[in-house]
């Protein structure tokens, strides 16, 4: 697989948005690849015809959500038809670095991983938030699903909103998906 990644790089110098631009194809064509692989071990979908074993999100991604309102806690639910594992949840800013990991381990078809208050502001710190402007960023998801480790990238943002208790105002900080 390196050597073909390779090879349709160095065809040609290209500047980074056309790296990005076919590094998500050839993501693309990985998950198509990993999803057709898993369904030859799956029983009974020899004779199904092709149409019926394109990918599904909801079949084989947990889905994500947010629950939960500031200030209480909010947590990060995956839900999928099946179990998998969550090894690691990535706080990534929006230029696609990762400013800190959390160590989860956890498996089943539902779980709930809390939102850690203190790495969300991590993320929001990263730039001058003038006017408690909403920052994006992302959460990447380690995941395995069927023996296949894989990744999850859910796009996010972080808002600043606050509330009246007593004689002064409380900030705190939403955590919503971006769909």
């Known amino acids: 697989m390196g050597a073909y990644v390779q090879r349709r790089w160095t065809a ?3 500047n980074n948005d056309e790296i990005r631009e076919r590094l998500a194809k050839l993501e693309a064509e990985l998950e198509e690849l990993e999803f057709l692989h898993r369904q030859q071990d799956e029983p009974g979908l020899e004779s199904a015809p092709a149409v019926q074993i394109a990918p599904s999100p909801a079949r084989h991604w947990p889905l994500l959500e947010v629950r939960g309102e500031p200030p209480q ?38 779980i709930e991983v809390p939102i850690n208050e203190r790495k969300v502001n991590r993320v929001w710190y990263l730039r001058p ?21 894989t990744e999850s990238v859910v796009p996010a943002v972080i808002r600043q909103n606050y509330m009246w208790v007593g004689p002064a105002y409380t ?9």
């Open 73 to 110: 806690k909010q947590y990060l639910v995956l839900t999928a038809d099946r179990d998998f594992r969550l090894s690691r949840v990535d706080y990534v800013s929006n230029q696609g670095f990762t400013v800190i990991s959390e160590d989860v381990g956890k498996s089943g078809s539902h």
């Open 171 to 179: 900030f705190f900080r939403r955590v919503t998906l971006m769909h």
């Open 12 to 14: 040609e110098k290209t």
């Open 129 to 149: 938030n003038a006017n408690a402007t909403p920052t994006q960023f992302q959460f990447r998801c380690h995941l395995s699903l069927d023996g296949v480790e």
